[in-house]
């Protein structure tokens, strides 16, 4: 338990469907991630927000839709996916934006199927 | 960010010690090292930090020489349970950094074999 919970735990959505990915975590962090991981592949960091704005966008398609309505929560809007974004989403949070001297908190991820 | 390389892979037995060595020849003043561990389907876990000598924790080592170009991470006595990918991370984003973010390589399959 690392006291970042993500839900739901798995996911199997149509690529019309409209769905969303919840985090939350009550470490009392500021800094909050989205990063998405695909079969064999090295984790990709989507998105970062601290203190609920988003600070970075790495070139993720529009059909990922972050929002940090407070620094406890953080969702990820899913709408028209293609097969190809099936993968295991990860959240995370650390006490402020990451160096890497603040040690980072990860969810147990959400696995996504798309179909 | 300082660039990382680490073995793709590496196998070991149980009751054996484990040292993952990583390169980051580009490391600056301000870096610090982190190792992470992540099991199959799940989030990585932070293992150790350091920035220079040896660092020791409960689950593990880490042992960096004094130009800081490279780290080892040392699992003493594995067990089948330590079979997961190993990341190891270098950078400094500072406090306050609009830019802070943190990047993961493709890490060092280790897998424990009875």
């Known amino acids: 338990e690392t006291g970042v919970t993500q839900t739901p735990r798995h996911l199997v959505m149509g690529m019309t469907n409209k769905k969303s990915l919840k985090c939350e975590q009550h470490?009392?962090?500021?800094?909050m991630y989205w990063y998405k991981q695909s079969a064999k592949k090295p984790l990709e960091l989507m998105f970062v927000?601290?203190?609920?704005?988003?600070?970075e966008n790495n070139s993720v398609p529009s059909r990922f839709s972050p929002e940090c309505p407070n620094s406890s929560h953080l969702f990820l809007h899913l709408h028209t996916l293609q097969p190809e974004d099936s993968a295991l989403y990860l959240c995370?949070?650390?006490?402020?934006?990451?160096?890497?001297?603040?040690?980072?908190?990860f969810g147990q991820g959400t696995r996504l199927t798309v179909v | 960010l300082a660039k990382t390389t680490q073995p793709i892979s590496m196998d070991s037995y149980e009751g054996q010690e484990v040292n993952i060595t990583c390169s980051h020849n580009?490391?600056?003043?301000?870096?610090?090292i982190t190792w992470y561990q992540q099991f199959p389907s799940q989030g990585p876990r932070f293992i150790i930090q350091?920035?220079?000598t040896k660092v020791t924790n409960e689950v593990a080592s880490l042992f960096i020489p004094a130009d800081r170009k490279s780290s080892t991470l040392s699992l003493p006595r594995v067990s089948l349970s330590d079979t997961a990918v190993y990341y190891c991370?270098?950078?400094?984003?500072?406090?306050?950094?609009?830019?802070?973010?943190?990047?993961f390589g493709r890490g060092t399959q280790l897998t424990v074999w009875p």
């Open positions: 470490l009392g962090h500021n800094a």
């Open positions: 927000y601290s203190l609920e704005e988003r600070v």
């Open positions: 995370a949070s650390s006490q402020d934006l990451a160096a890497s001297s603040t040690e980072a908190f």
């Open positions: 580009n490391i600056a003043t301000n870096d610090y």
């Open positions: 991370l270098v950078g400094d984003m500072g406090r306050g950094s609009t830019l802070g973010r943190l990047y």
């Open positions: 350091g920035y220079k």
